[in-house]
């Protein structure tokens, strides 16, 4: 079977190029390490543990304990902590415990805790919501998360505004009784997530928002999850202008909870949907087949 006509070898990191080893900025031993203020990552930063579930950090309180404003300060929105809002996008304030911001920055090697009995409601003001979230990649660049795991979160991780990021062998564990999202790219381009395991359910599972282009959910297990390929597209607020284009779902295996056909509008979502919940296709994953004939071509 031909692969899609759209080429997505060239996603991820530097272009779909092997993640580095670059020496950490800021270690955690091994051991559980409890955690009161948002870790914040600039450019050039790694941040490493000594392994999943061998370094624990564990953050007993959410971004509204920790004082971080909601979104954009006015506290009239009713999604508090569940997505960036536009001016905070241009702000130092993230949408995770752990925020980053720049190019060439990585989180390895260990797993991110939130209290298991928290409360979260969709669509909830700030008094109704606290922020158990785990890492926001904001206007980031050619960065990386590998080898983590986050449990108990609302939101697991956000890649928002940036593109060329690399998000490699994590393992994502939402609330108990469902949090929001385990994996976002919103108003993001050319992202890889790949080589994944994602337990428990949440509102939006694996989703696109507010546009982006030729992004990759490929090589994973989900345990019930959600397949949303624009979480906004066709909706009054943002119009049909930031519709996703080109997102690719690639042999992912589990139980599909659901998967997004249509917009707000009713019209058809873009997607490539390739060995999901099925195996019917030969190869098993577009994004490898297409990411060796790229090496094969000289790229990277």
Not at 28 to 55: C, E, M, S, Y
Not at 148 to 159: F, H, P, Q, R, Y
Not at 173 to 200: C, E
Not at 216 to 227: H, R
Request: proline fraction near 5%.
């Amino acid at each position: 079977m031909p692969l899609p006509s759209f080429d997505y070898g060239n996603v991820g990191y530097h272009g779909g190029a092997p993640l580095p080893d670059k020496p950490a900025t800021r270690t955690f031993p091994a051991g559980r390490h409890t955690i009161t203020n948002p870790i914040v990552l600039k450019t050039g930063d790694v941040l490493r543990g000594a392994g999943r579930d061998k370094t624990i950090l564990y953050f007993p309180e959410g971004l509204k304990q920790m004082g971080v404003p909601c979104r954009d300060g006015t506290f009239t929105n009713n999604d508090c902590f569940d997505w960036p809002e536009a001016n905070s996008r241009t702000s130092d304030l993230f949408m995770g415990v752990i925020g980053a911001m720049g190019s060439e920055i990585g989180i390895e090697d260990l797993t991110i805790e939130f209290p298991a009995n928290h409360a979260w409601t969709h669509h909830a003001k700030h008094e109704g919501t606290s922020g158990y979230n785990g890492f926001e990649l904001k206007q980031c660049t050619n960065c990386w998360i590998k080898d983590v795991s986050i449990k108990n979160a609302d939101n697991s991780i956000m890649v928002s505004d940036g593109g060329n990021n690399t998000i490699q062998g994590v393992h994502l564990y939402a609330r108990p009784g469902g949090g929001h999202i385990h994996v976002a790219y919103v108003n993001s381009d050319n992202n890889l997530t790949t080589n994944f395991r994602m337990y428990g359910t949440s509102s939006h599972g694996l989703v696109n928002n507010w546009g982006g282009e030729n992004n990759v959910f490929a090589n994973g297990w989900v345990e019930n999850l959600k397949l949303e390929a624009d979480h906004s597209c066709g909706s009054r607020r943002h119009g049909d202008e930031i519709c996703t284009k080109n997102l690719l779902y690639s042999n992912i295996s589990g139980k599909i909870g659901a998967i997004q056909t249509i917009d707000r509008k009713g019209d058809p979502v873009e997607k490539v949907l390739w060995n999901v919940g099925n195996l019917d296709r030969c190869p098993l994953d577009a994004y490898t087949a297409q990411h060796s004939n790229e090496t094969r071509r000289g790229g990277t």
